[in-house]
């Protein structure tokens, strides 16, 4: 299948490891042109080198998304390399360690608000774009109602990322632009949040494996794989999807 991402203009934030990197690889594979960032140099570096080595024009730089300065300046930037845009996806997520009000706060800045500014600078150059589409990465957290308590906020910003991302698929429909998301469950990747779990809760590990109707934690590549062919031309008639790729996990009819 001919996904028609070559030559694309594809910004995926937070590209240095896991899904987003694993995304970025999908794209460059197909041809893309790719800009993403971290907030951690080194492995952002190391990730756009090897890609820039293969070939690929391969833009980024370190900041944090809720530096709504530094995410806009950045974001502009990016629109200059790469000449425009086709396809933007909001793949952020960080660790919280507030607690309380606070909490909320921070959780509401990472995994609802910086989603939504972005979007705001990316519409007017997506209208310009080539079989424009936008795909956020929520999670299954999002409708499970036996979350771990540290999950609690990050399960209401990403059911709220959910409507958000629907409404705007309506919205934007006469714009030809397209609006997905994919909804991973516990996926594990190398620096990634089951890994540290593995490591040190190995009951937890063992549990969240179970959910899955395969016994097994997803893959990085399995849910990039399903992101790219959303926001590739080849999805071309779907818009307002929430694709959960979780193994089954979920034990709901999903009509
Ligand atoms: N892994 C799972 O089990 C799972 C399950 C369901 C949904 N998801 C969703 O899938 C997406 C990716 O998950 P992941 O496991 O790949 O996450 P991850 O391992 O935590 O990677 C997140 C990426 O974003 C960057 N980042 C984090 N906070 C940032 C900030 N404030 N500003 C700029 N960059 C930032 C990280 O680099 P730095 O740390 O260097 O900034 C890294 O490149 C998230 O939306 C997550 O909610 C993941």
New binding site residues.
Partial sequence: MELGLDKKKVIV??????????ILQNMVDEGAAVA??????E??NA?LESWRASGAKAYGS??????EQQ?SDWFSQSLEQLGGLDVFV??????ITTKGNQRWQDTFE??LM?HIRATELAIPYLKQGDNPSIV??????SVMTTNMPTETE?GVM?AALISYATQLATKLGKDNIRVNL????????D????QMVEKNQPELFTR?KAVSVFNR??T?QE?ANAVTFLASPAASNITGANLRV?GGAIKTVNF
């Fill in positions: 934030t937070g590209g240095s490891r896991g899904i987003g990197k694993s993403t960032c971290a907030r951690g140099e492995a952002l990730a370190a900041l944090d998304v809720t530096n995410y909001s793949n952020v997520t960080s660790r990472v995994d910086q956020y990465i929520s999670s299954i957290a990050y990403k994919v909804s991973p469950g516990p996926i594990y990747h620096g990634g949040f089951w969240a934690l997803g990085a849910v979780d």
